[in-house]
């Protein structure tokens, strides 16, 4: 296991459309969280999980995102009727004890 | 709620000195964790360095080393022999030591390095 992986890297979609990201954490990491990132600005938590269970929401997290951990593995953060507010950089992190560990992030352009 | 503030947009450097960046913090809580993270250009983010509040000694680990200040709430990261390998967006991050539904970190807004050869 290399660490965490993200997908797509890009994506590019019309305003309107629905979009969704996967995040494969390490195997072994329980904890599984998802952030936005958009330019020039800090990462900004959007939601946790632990094992299957989604555990904190961020105010962030319109009634348009929704986002899934089936089986404590892989999730999936899915964003309904996209805006073009909803440009950023998406990134996923898992985490065992202290330390968490970053993907590389999905940059969704909505134009 | 807390907030992480790094006052420095950007910082350069010449390769070999040390570079010192700044961050501050504000909670009422008094056991929690302090993070730099380091995203270089298109690449994800690593951890650098970590802080547990309850630890009177500053972090060290190689080149990177921490001036923990809890009583200021002041968390600056120092870089010695800087390198090219440096150059990147450096974030302060914080996290509360109260595990369960505080597993969030909050992350500065960043500060640019700049390594000039």
């Known amino acids: 296991d290399t660490g965490v992986s993200q997908d797509p890297r890009h994506k590019i979609t019309k305003r309107g459309q629905n979009v969704t990201f996967r995040c494969d954490p390490i195997?072994?990491?329980?904890?599984l969280y998802w952030y936005r990132q958009t330019l020039g600005q800090g990462p900004e938590f959007l939601t946790y999980f632990q094992n299957e269970a989604q555990l904190e929401k961020s105010r962030l997290l319109s009634d348009r995102f929704s986002a899934e951990r089936p089986k404590g593995s892989f999730s999936t953060l899915e964003i309904q009727r996209t805006e073009q507010g909803d440009s950023a950089m998406y990134l996923c992190?898992?985490?065992?004890?202290?330390?968490?560990?970053f993907g590389q992030g999905t940059r969704l352009t909505v134009v | 709620a807390q907030t992480v503030t790094q006052s420095q947009p950007e910082m350069s450097v010449q390769e070999a000195e040390t570079v010192t960046l700044s961050c501050t913090y504000d909670?009422?809580?008094?056991?929690?964790?302090l993070f730099w993270y380091k995203q270089p250009p298109s690449r994800q983010m690593i951890l650098v360095i970590r802080?547990?509040?309850?630890?009177?000694q500053n972090a060290t680990e190689n080149r990177f080393s921490v001036n923990f200040q809890k009583a200021a709430k002041s968390f600056s990261l120092k870089i010695s022999d800087s390198q090219l390998g440096d150059a990147a967006m450096y974030f302060c991050?914080?996290?509360?030591?109260?595990?369960?539904?505080?597993?969030?970190?909050?992350f500065g807004t960043g500060t640019r390095l700049t390594i000039i050869p």
């Open positions: 991050a914080y996290r509360s030591g109260v595990n369960f539904g505080n597993e969030k970190l909050t």
């Open positions: 802080q547990e509040a309850y630890k009177q």
């Open positions: 909670t009422s809580e008094s056991d929690y964790y």
């Open positions: 992190a898992s985490r065992e004890k202290d330390e968490a560990f």
């Open positions: 195997s072994e990491h329980n904890r």
